[in-house]
């Protein structure tokens, strides 16, 4: 099987043999493959432009895999079919091959064949496409876990920053699903390129990051992007606002922004719902699906890419230049 990996920047295109699954693992013969900010981050030394050096044209990956100890695996969503199961899987918890799954993978996502751990792993229902999967799995959590921690009140006022990335289009439609917002704004770098995008998702206004006036003060934020922005984004709250981080773009904040407005600041890590809180993880997989069957929850992918294209699909991101969630295909 193929499987991408890197080293320090570098993608490179591995054939090696096909895994056996091990105790609690489920070997998935991937549909689709999840690209996430946090790996395109990565794999950017110093927000840098390129994947590296790459030797060939833009977006190639290139290299033939050594023996496998060098470059590192990349993780991210997948979707697919059961192929096998570890030992006394089948037993515990009924995973059985053929079954369509999704998951976070930890290991090697960026593969033919994956192999996901049961405790990460969801039956994916009728009503879903193996694209609609690794939408929801990873960044449907992470924008429903955001919303609950910024503890939305029914007509509040939310900004959502990255509204058109994989979690932050998501993130946007929750806010008026499931907080029930009375007008909800999405910002973004690009208004203009996105702004039809995002008002058809139920945005009531797009605003820019560099705009002056963002509108009324919003009662709580949920941001992906961090940075330079948290400090306009605290001051674009409202008395006792509370904003809920939960990017990789880092960022500091003064404490007297905070205390002025006694306005709060929340980190989230799905992770960690994950790991301590496996019941309520489940309960909002079960959410998104319902929502999603329901046809009021509309995941989109912004492009397909084979997988060995992989940083073509980098580069999307990097530009973010995406209007949803950005996929791989092997």
């Not at 105790?23 to 030394?45: C, H, M, N, Q």
């Not at 820019?208 to 934020?221: E, K, S």
Request: charged residues 20%.
């Amino acid at each position: 099987m193929r499987r991408i990996r890197h080293r320090h920047g570098t993608l490179t295109v591995q054939h090696v043999p096909t895994p056996a699954p091990g105790p609690g693992e489920l070997l998935v013969r991937t549909e689709a493959i999840g690209v996430t900010l946090p790996v395109v981050r990565k794999l950017t030394p110093h927000g840098g432009a390129a994947d590296g050096p790459v030797d060939g044209p833009v977006g190639e990956v290139v290299g033939e895999g050594d023996d496998g100890a060098g470059p590192e695996p990349l993780g991210g969503e997948v979707a697919g079919v059961v192929e096998a199961v570890g030992p006394d899987v089948a037993e515990a918890t009924g995973f059985a091959p053929g079954d369509r799954v999704t998951g976070l993978c930890f290991g090697d996502a960026y593969s033919d064949a994956a192999l996901l751990h049961t405790a990460m792993a969801s039956a994916v229902p009728d009503h879903a496409t193996a694209h609609d999967a690794v939408a929801l799995v990873r960044g449907g959590l992470v924008a429903l876990g955001a919303l609950e921690a910024a503890h939305p009140r029914p007509g509040e006022t939310a900004l959502v920053t990255a509204a058109a990335s994989g979690a932050g289009h998501l993130a946007l439609q929750l806010a008026r699903l499931r907080g029930g917002a009375g007008h909800v704004v999405a910002a973004v770098g690009d208004p203009a390129a996105k702004g039809d995008f995002l008002r058809a998702l139920g945005a009531d206004a797009v605003v820019g990051y560099g705009d002056t006036d963002w509108g009324p003060p919003a009662d709580y934020a949920l941001d992906a992007v961090g940075g330079a922005l948290l400090g306009p984004l605290v001051r674009g709250l409202t008395d006792g606002g509370r904003l809920v981080a939960y990017s990789s773009g880092g960022g500091t904040l003064a404490a007297h922004e905070l205390l002025a407005g006694a306005k709060s600041v929340t980190g989230f890590q799905i992770g960690r719902v994950a790991r301590e809180r496996p019941a309520l993880y489940a309960a909002w997989r079960e959410e998104l699906w319902r929502l999603h069957a329901a046809g009021e929850l509309r995941p989109a992918v912004a492009a397909a890419f084979p997988l060995a294209e992989a940083a073509r699909a980098h580069a999307l991101i990097r530009a973010r230049g995406n209007l949803g969630k950005v996929v791989l295909e092997p």
